[in-house]
């Protein structure tokens, strides 16, 4: 039985060795550059970066990882691995619009992590030595572009005594609410949520067969838990074969995703709602002609609320390309869980809930399936501490295997998230800071713990306001609205809206403001005290899209928002 990764690496590599595993499209484009990397030369490759730590006595440290999108990423995340020592993946700066963003978080995890070594391509490296004067953490760590390890060093590798419980990398969360906290995934974990994932997706033997070892198609960032723990990590621990290209060409061309499916034909596909909602503004008759998406099995959707207009009108716009509605998967997970928590039932259309009688189909609920096996799933009282009964709305927590060691060091918070227990239930939760409720064994997520707003004594979940207003008026973009309360002095709380609007529709303020004012009011009994019209873009959002609340409310109260003319206040 493997005890991780990297043993089951040598297994493939030696019983597959001429199988890709995977294929980077170097400009995002099926016809354009190719990069593929076989098992075996992964292998050593992965091995020669390892070889290269364990000479420098750095088994038992932490590496940070900054390499551009790219095959030599996963070859440096499989060498700290195979090295035994802790990978922590970056987002490399680029461009200088993401520089400071960049820096600031990079220069966080730096010392968060007390990382002892750089691993980055040769451009992200040389960026990084004429960024010193910013970064002078850098002067005492050693940087080194993977690409210069030679092949060679890969017969100095030793093979790590590896355990279920020893660390495997650490996956900082993308802080929506709060800061960037590094989350400790162990080998165990690593395994664990990958059997579920296989378990959930149906990536039976059978499945990969039919689908020519074609597993995934990927653009999502390989950084977060999303792109990392599913495309890249489930495709190894199955042995399968994966088609990854660059998260900027998918935003630049997001056609490029879905002529890189109907190419390739991969059992598997996915990303967050808003993914999905880019797809969409592309689809004109010239794409639709072109695509066979018919042997899609699963389109995963998750990492923000999944909004049941966007299911419809995508299966509704690709049918025709032989998309089906039961490929549409909508998930839940999180980094603190490793990923997955819960998924759809393959080949089942998703499960849609009237959360008010007589409610536009748009607005239901969305099922987010059920949990893996052996994976436990309650709803607690976030302030009793106790279960709470089917259907009742409360704070989601798991166990299993899957869930996380901790946050690095840092005990109280790992108290606080991971230590929780319930009374009848032996073993210790996760509370996951999200609330949902649980319908025939289906989990169904609200929103946050902490962005919840308190409007006169009633509870309101901002997900379900921003849905209301983004379904006022075609001009506001799916996705990107915000919505969080203010201090309205003797009138106590009060709603604020920032929406991001289509440029074209800008003298249309006015008549968009009043309908996301009455759609609000009817949808909830909500006066909105502002609804401010922001440029495309500018909202702030995680790195992997998740809209952050509390900064949006910042940027509002500080005057920095982008506006499209004055906001309108009630």
């Known amino acids: 039985m493997a005890r991780s990764l990297v043993d089951l690496l040598t ?36 091995r020669a970066v390892a070889a290269w730590l364990q000479e420098r006595g750095l088994a038992g440290s932490r590496a940070m990882l900054l390499h551009p999108p790219g095959l030599e990423f996963i070859s440096a995340y499989l060498g700290c691995l195979a090295a035994g020592v802790a990978a922590v993946p970056g987002v490399p700066p680029q461009g200088r619009a993401q520089n400071h963003r960049a820096l600031t978080r990079t220069k966080r995890l730096i010392a968060d992590a007390d990382a002892k070594v750089i691993l980055g391509g040769r451009e992200v490296v040389a960026a990084l030595g004429a960024m010193a004067e910013h970064l002078p953490e850098l002067d005492a760590i050693p940087r080194v572009a993977t690409e210069d390890i030679l092949d060679e060093t890969a017969a100095a590798w030793r093979e790590p005594d590896l355990t279920a419980d020893s660390v495997a990398f650490l996956q900082y969360t993308s802080g929506s609410t709060s800061a960037p906290r590094g989350v400790v995934v162990t080998h165990g974990n690593l395994l664990d949520n990958e059997r579920v994932i296989t378990a959930r997706m149906g990536h039976t033997p059978e499945a990969i067969a039919a689908h020519d070892g074609e597993l995934f198609v990927s653009w999502l960032p390989v950084y977060h838990d999303m792109g990392l723990i599913g495309p890249v990590l489930n495709t190894l621990y199955l042995g399968a074969t994966a088609t990854l290209f660059s998260p900027l060409h998918f935003l630049q061309r997001p056609d490029r995703w879905l002529r890189a499916v109907s190419h390739y034909r991969p059992h598997t596909s996915g990303g967050p709602n808003f993914a999905y909602e880019l797809a969409l503004r592309n689809a004109g008759p010239e794409l639709l002609d072109g695509l066979d998406l018919s042997t899609w099995q699963v389109a995963f959707n998750g990492a923000e609320p999944v909004r049941a207009a966007t299911l419809r009108r995508f299966a509704d716009t690709f049918a025709p390309a032989g998309f089906r509605r039961g490929a549409l998967y909508p998930c839940y997970g999180l980094a603190e869980a490793t990923l997955m928590v819960t998924g759809a039932t393959p080949g089942t259309p998703p499960v849609l809930l009237e959360t008010e009688p007589g409610a536009h189909a748009d ?21 009793r501490q106790e279960k709470l009964s089917e259907g009742e709305t409360g704070e989601i927590w798991v166990r299993g295997a899957s869930v996380a060691k901790g946050y690095w060091r840092n005990t109280l918070a790992t108290r606080e998230t991971f230590r929780a227990t319930l009374p009848g239930h032996e073993g210790r939760f996760l509370r996951t800071g999200d609330l949902g409720f649980l319908r025939d064994g289906e989990l ?65 303020a006015d008549k968009i403001t009043d309908l996301v004012r009455a759609a609000v009011g009817e949808a909830h009994g909500l006066p909105v005290r502002e609804v401010v019209l922001v440029h495309p873009g500018t909202i702030p959002k995680t790195s992997s899209g998740k809209i952050q609340r509390r900064a949006s409310r910042a940027a509002h109260l500080d005057g920095t928002l982008s506006v499209v003319g004055p906001p309108a206040a009630g």
């Open 363 to 383: 607005a239901a609920a969305v099922g987010c399936g059920r949990p893996g096996e052996d994976l436990a799933v309650v709803i607690a009282d976030p302030e």
């Open 444 to 508: 169904f997520v609200t929103g946050r713990l902490k962005d919840l707003m308190v409007i006169d004594g009633r509870n309101h979940y901002p997900q379900d306001v921003e849905l209301a207003a983004e379904l006022a008026h075609p001009a506001l973009r799916p996705g990107c609205t915000a919505a969080f309360s203010v201090d309205g002095g003797t009138d106590g709380e009060q709603v604020v809206l920032v929406a991001e609007v289509a440029p074209e529709a800008a003298g249309e």
């Open 11 to 46: 297994t493939y590599a030696t019983h597959q060795p001429d199988r890709t595993a995977y294929r980077h499209l170097a400009t995002g484009d099926v016809d354009g550059e190719i990069q593929e990397i076989s098992y075996a030369r992964l292998a050593t490759r992965s």
